[in-house]
Every structure is written in C-alpha cells, then in structure tokens.
C-alpha cells in the first residue's frame, strides 16, 4: 500500500501522520486527560498569544465545533484563560495560564522525541528538503483545498 495506490503521496502523509499521533494523543488522554483538540489549542497557544480560537481553526484545520469543546475543557481547567478583545468584544482572545505552560511543557519533550524517531530515516538535508516540500505543499493545499 504504501508503495504504489491512486492517492500515493496523500495515503504516505495520513500514514506518516497517524504513525505519529495517534500514540501521543492516546497517552496524553491516558495520563493527562488531554485530548487532541486540547493538545491542538496548546500548541497553537504556545507558539502565538493571544489567538481568537478561529486562528487555531486556521492554523490546525480541525472543525471550529472539534476546537470549541477543546476550548471550553481548557477554559474548565484553568489551563487557558479568555479575555475580552478591545477591538471587537464578541472574539475572545485566548490564552496559555501558567498551568496551561506548565502541562504543555511536560508534553512536548514526547513530541519532540517522537518526531526524531519519525525522522531518524533520514540525514540532515533530507529532513530541511522534506521540511520545505512539505511546507509547499500545505500552503498550495490551504490556497486550493481550504474552501472545498
């Protein structure tokens, strides 16, 4: 299957993807009892704040509705906070607690681990070569994909 079928490329990156975080997102529920979309908000969070949870809807493609429940258990758990945006009150920004920091903290070192046995296949200049066409690839897809 992974060598030759009609969605070739597609069928590898599902492949690869499920590979990857269907694990992680087993043991952080088991363990942490965070779920991927939760998993997702943090991520997002982490890297950019504050963000409207559209952005992370942007940023992750996961469905608005998927997202909102994520966000409403972070919002329950204290592990993020929402305020009122000043430009427009009916966004509410989010944003990482120190709580929040402090569990995503203790997540990623498994991401982080997970991916260099994802990518221990191959050298250096593969990784940056695959790292760009992958890159390619999703900003064509958001531009032709996004609206269907």
Request: aromatic letters at 6%.
């Given at each position: ?8 490329e597609?069928?590898?990156?599902c ?15 088991k363990e ?5 979309p939760?998993?997702v908000?943090?991520?997002?969070l982490s ?7 559209q ?24 592990l ?39 990518l ?13 066409l ?15």
């Amino acid at each position: 299957m992974l060598a030759e079928n009609a969605i070739g490329e597609a069928w590898r990156i599902c492949y690869l993807a499920n590979l990857f975080v269907f694990p992680l997102y087993a043991q952080f529920e088991k363990e942490y009892d965070v779920l991927r979309p939760e998993f997702v908000v943090l991520f997002c969070l982490s890297h950019h704040q504050p963000l409207i949870a559209q952005n992370i809807v942007d940023m992750s493609g996961l469905p608005k509705n998927t997202l909102s429940r994520g966000v409403n258990r972070l919002l329950a758990r204290g592990l993020i906070r929402r305020s009122d945006d000043a430009g427009d009150r009916r966004k509410g920004l989010l944003s990482l607690t120190t709580k929040g920091r402090e569990l995503f903290d203790m997540l990623m070192p498994q991401m982080i681990e997970r991916r260099a046995r994802l990518l221990s296949g191959l050298d250096t200049a593969e990784i940056q070569q695959i790292g760009r066409l992958l890159l390619k690839m999703a900003e064509a897809a958001t531009k032709s994909l996004a609206s269907t």
